[in-house]
């Protein structure tokens, strides 16, 4: 048995089993590192790039150390973003299979607080959420920390570079003494040190895979006029064709531009930037999740925690001032052992930040002419899904089996022609194969009574509508 083995972590026979079932074998770097200092009840820092395995390496840890027939808030995941805590929530629900009925909340801003507070009334196990509404929740007293006993600090430099510290702060005041604290971060400089080092008790540091195997993401740099930046990126885009891409800009309007000249091109292309409204960023987030949206103009906060599978490039349409924030950016590709492409554009001004990535990743750019790639800029194509918005979720009961079956029962699809099924609150999305989504929207309505945007899923009627890009 290898030392990297889960088998070799001494696990409950049920746990270890969930953890076979879930593909989890081997550990990775990080989890080898981390976790038996976390099983042994260590504080712990902890530096890992992203897409190291680091929701497990804290989740194992924390889901064990759980006592089941005590509804009580036991532990606690700080993240920066909200699709960062609901992708943490997730994998905690399917670690926590091995263990019983664990419960597992979300809390986090952009939603309301309504229907947080009746799940908190409920009795939670495990809140994860970020610091501005779980503070939120602590001042009106509707979550009660007085038996925590492992907190997590998920992204602490992301969190901090937010402006979250004294949130973070005020939170941890809220926490007991005697609790085991778990710091994660991609960076960790000297003044989050200065600034963290309060909140954990003797810690173990950790440090491994910071930077991003070359091997695994190929970087090229191309060098641009100060005009045409949006045309190269198309016809880079035009090249390599990727199934899924995230462009990078330094500004929300410059997302805003090159999303609309792209659709102009003919690509499935969205803009994600702060301060957009909850609802337009959840939508836009489901499309680029489930392939009905190929290409992503975002600025880094807005992409902070975003985890698609099978992303096939990134593209700098602006170099990052901070090299960090390059890495960052170059690590949602070449993910889970996957290759990945990094292109980035550079201006000939902004070459001295190109300088200050090669000290910093210990490599030399490696510069490609923009015109080997040919000087036409053939349009793209629509992305190959087509979404279906149901206005109906979980508090209407519906499961992502409800929405499968209608589909390939009584809209004929065959079960290859439905991709990705995302269940909300109130709320899903379901991507269909765009060749046969008019179709099957038609066979659901079937002559309806209330009118064409409404369709029948397990004998009840739901507003539907497609969104394209």
């Not at 009106?140 to 937010?162: G, I, Q, W």
């Not at 000290?359 to 490696?366: H, L, V």
């Not at 290859?416 to 999305?429: N, W």
Request: with cysteine; proline share 5%.
């Amino acid at each position: 048995m290898s030392d990297t083995s889960f088998a070799s972590l001494q696990l409950p026979a049920p746990f270890l089993a969930n953890l076979t079932q879930l593909g989890y074998h081997e550990m990775t770097p990080v989890q080898a590192a981390t976790l038996p200092l976390a099983l042994g009840g260590r504080d712990l820092i902890a530096q890992a790039k992203t897409g190291s395995g680091k929701t497990a390496a804290f989740g194992i840890g924390m889901l064990l150390r759980l006592n089941p027939a005590l509804f009580a808030v036991q532990g606690m995941v700080l993240c920066p973003t909200r699709e960062l805590a609901d992708q943490v929530a997730n994998e905690l629900r399917r670690l926590a299979r091995g263990i019983g009925n664990v419960k597992i909340v979300v809390l986090t801003g952009g939603m309301p607080m309504r229907p947080q507070i009746a799940s908190l009334e409920f009795g939670a196990h495990i809140v994860v959420g970020t610091p501005g509404r779980i503070q939120d929740h602590l001042g009106k007293r509707t979550l009660e920390l007085a038996r925590l006993r492992t907190l997590v600090l998920d992204e602490a430099d992301r969190m901090t570079d937010m402006g979250f510290y004294d949130e973070i702060a005020a939170i941890v005041r809220e926490c007991p003494s005697h609790r085991q604290t778990l710091l994660f971060s991609a960076t960790y400089p000297d003044d989050i040190r200065e600034a963290t080092g309060r909140f954990l008790n003797n810690p173990e540091e950790v440090a491994v895979e910071t930077r991003h195997e070359p091997t695994r993401i190929a970087q090229s740099f191309f060098e641009i006029g100060f005009e045409n930046r949006f045309e190269a990126a198309a016809r880079l885009l035009a090249h390599y064709q990727p199934a899924s891409a995230i462009l990078f800009c330094n500004t929300k309007a410059r997302c805003r531009e090159l999303a609309d000249y792209l659709r102009a091109q003919g690509w499935s292309a969205r803009a994600l930037y702060g301060e957009m409204e909850q609802r337009d960023r959840d939508e836009t987030l489901a499309l680029f999740a489930n392939r009905s949206c190929t290409v992503l103009c975002a600025t880094d906060v807005a992409a902070r925690g975003i985890d698609v599978a099978g992303m096939e490039a990134v593209i700098n349409v602006d170099v990052s001032k901070d090299p960090e924030v390059h890495v960052h950016r170059i690590g949602r590709t070449g993910r889970a052992g996957e290759s990945g492409q990094a292109l980035t554009l550079v201006a000939p001004n902004e070459k001295k930040w190109v300088k200050l990535i090669e000290e910093y990743q210990q490599t030399e750019a490696e510069w490609q002419p923009l015109t080997e790639l040919g000087e036409e800029i053939h349009p793209g194509e629509p992305a190959a899904m087509l979404t279906l918005a149901i206005a109906g979720g979980k508090k209407d009961k519906l499961r992502p089996g409800d929405l499968l079956g209608a589909l390939t029962g009584d809209a004929g699809l065959h079960k290859d022609q439905v991709g990705k099924i995302q269940i909300g609150e109130f709320f899903s999305y379901v991507a269909l194969d765009r060749r046969v989504a008019e179709q099957a929207l038609e066979r659901l309505n079937g002559g309806n009574p209330l009118g064409p945007e409404f369709g029948t899923v397990k004998g009840r009627n739901f507003k539907m509508r497609f969104i394209d890009v």
